[in-house]
């Protein structure tokens, strides 16, 4: 109905005129069915109930209107979305990687969320799993800077200088500066930590 509905909006537009920069072009038409398609193939991995929750979601119904279609509970459409989008999450990163499209960077923190390494855990916790409540996603990014900020200190001063990180800068000014990183991500993530505990 919208292809149509362009069509006929395209077929009145003079050749000449401005209005026809602003109708959907071939290509964008293309590049929309491409998107789609790739979505579809994403979603197509999932289990079923996830694939019917998410797809709704995509299609923008609210949570109780999730509900309703589905005969799930509000609580349950909640946990189903959050372990789609975990699974999505991972889907993608799979195919980025794949594809070589993956920056070492993005690498590293995908390993140090998938399995934390007991020096990491020692520091700042396990990563909180994904969820719609109240301060998890903030919780999550303050966990993803503290632990590349340890992992960059880590791996420029060695294990053993590690394991002996104190609130004393050091006096090389390069691991100075990652070292300041490491106490700002780390206030910030005990700071937000806190906060939850406070809810």
């Given at each position: 109905m919208a292809r149509q509905s362009?069509?006929?909006?395209?077929s009145v537009v003079a050749l000449g005129s401005t209005e026809l920069a602003e109708t959907v072009s071939l290509v964008d038409e293309i590049e929309?069915?491409?998107?789609?398609?790739?979505?579809l193939s994403v979603l197509s991995r999932l289990g079923l109930r996830?694939?019917?929750?998410?797809?709704?979601?995509?299609?923008?119904f609210t949570h109780p209107e999730i509900a309703t279609l589905t005969g799930e509970s509000e609580v349950r459409v909640d946990r189903l979305l959050v372990r789609a989008q975990e699974e999505i999450r991972e889907i993608l990163i799979e195919q980025r990687r794949?594809?070589?499209?993956?920056s070492p960077r993005a690498e590293r923190l995908w390993e140090l969320e998938r399995e934390p390494p007991p020096w990491l855990v020692d520091r700042i916790g396990s990563p909180r799993r994904p969820s719609h409540k109240h301060g998890v996603e903030t919780e999550r990014r303050s966990w993803r800077r503290a632990a590349l900020a340890l992992d960059d200190y880590r791996?420029?001063?060695?294990?053993?200088q590690f394991a002996a990180l104190s609130a004393e800068a050091p006096p090389e000014p390069t691991?100075?500066?990652?070292?300041?990183?490491?106490?700002?991500?780390?206030a910030e993530h005990s700071a937000v930590r806190s906060r939850g505990h406070e809810r």
């Open positions: 362009r069509r006929d909006a395209a929309l069915r491409r998107d789609v398609v790739d979505a996830l694939q019917r929750v998410a797809l709704l979601r995509a299609l923008g794949a594809d070589g499209q993956s791996e420029a001063v060695g294990p053993e691991v100075r500066q990652l070292h300041a990183r490491v106490v700002r991500a780390l």
